[in-house]
């Protein structure tokens, strides 16, 4: 997962970090640092982004999907 894919999901749904961070469970600065690229997300993390912006696991990941 990069940080335009990320980012881009977020903005197709009109959404900040604030709003994934609460769904996700995690605090605004990990977003950020994901966004960023700083660090990446366990694959449990990523299974409940994926949850949270309605689509699947592997679609997170496969940046040609967006």
């Not at 769904?23 to 997300?41: F, L, M, Q």
């Amino acid at each position: 997962m990069t940080e335009p894919h990320l980012k881009k999901i977020l903005d197709e749904k009109g959404w900040t970090q604030d709003p994934l961070a609460k769904k996700v469970r995690v605090s605004v600065g990990e977003i950020y640092r994901w966004i960023h690229r700083d660090c990446n997300p366990i694959l449990n993390t990523l299974s409940r982004i994926a949850e949270a912006v309605e689509i699947k696991t592997l679609d997170l990941l496969d940046e040609s999907e967006t």
